[in-house]
T-cell receptor
Framework: AQRVTQPEKLLSVFKGAPVELKCNYSYSGSPELFWYVQYSRQRLQLLLRHISRESIKGFTADLNKGETSFHLKKPFAQEEDSAMYYCALSGNTPLVFGKGTRLSVIA | NAGVMQNPRHLVRRRGQEARLRCSPMKGHSHVYWYRQLPEEGLKFMVYLQKENIIDESGMPKERFSAEFPKEGPSILRIQQVVRGDSAAYFC????????????FGSGTRLTVV
């Protein structure tokens, strides 16, 4: 079965502090992992995908197959980063999402 | 390109009425996915459709819910005899042929059952 776990419902950090949003997955094959962001009840937007190995808005994520993790990181949080973040996995079925983590950046 | 268009944005129905949610995929996209977002629950997959075909409906409740994606026109998610528990945000996503993992999401329809 495919499963995505985001252990933190809410993460509050101060502006300028580092951010790490945790994501662990369960899948027996070779998954493709994604991070989506949703600002204030807007549509979900793709933030990044592991195969691209790119940095978007200062965020990066590395797929760790040994730990089955795909944590999202940013060295210096900004107020505009406050949003819901969803980790998602694509295996042999449509995208499976975690329950999301709400990031709140405090000025 | 207008992106994935969902309408209405907000829909209020009384218990027992029918709700119809529409989704027009991006131009050139032939795959449509419906997800339901409940508070504290994240997004739950409901159904995956291609033109005139249901590919995967493993996330659809067995009763009252149906979906279609006709040859012409938008995809429709239909909920018959709505109950309070159907209140949620329903998101549609589309992807192009051959790139089934490249999802673009719509803005969603927020259904409120009163």
């Amino acid at each position: 079965a495919q499963r995505v776990t985001q252990p933190e419902k809410l993460l509050s950090v101060f502006k300028g502090a580092p951010v790490e949003l945790k994501c662990n997955y369960s899948y027996s094959g070779s998954p493709e992992l994604f991070w989506y962001v949703q600002y204030s009840r807007q549509r979900l937007q793709l933030l990044l995908r592991h195969i691209s190995r790119e940095s978007i808005k200062g965020f990066t994520a590395d797929l760790n197959k040994g730990e089955t993790s795909f944590h999202l990181k940013k060295p210096f949080a900004q107020e505009e980063d406050s949003a819901m973040y969803y980790c998602a996995l694509s295996g042999n079925t449509p995208l499976v999402f975690g329950k999301g983590t709400r990031l709140s950046v405090i000025a | 390109n207008a992106g994935v268009m969902q309408n209405p944005r907000h829909l209020v129905r009384r218990r027992g009425q029918e709700a119809r949610l529409r989704c027009s995929p991006m131009k050139g996209h032939s795959h449509v996915y419906w997800y339901r977002q409940l508070p504290e629950e994240g997004l739950k997959f409901m159904v995956y459709l291609q033109k005139e075909n249901i590919i995967d409906e493993s996330g659809m409740p067995k009763e009252r819910f149906s979906a279609e994606f006709p040859k012409e026109g938008p995809s429709i998610l239909r909920i018959q005899q709505v109950v309070r528990g159907d209140s949620a945000a329903y998101f549609c996503a589309s992807s192009p042929p051959g790139q089934a993992r490249s999802y673009t999401f719509g803005s969603g329809t927020r259904l409120t059952v009163v």
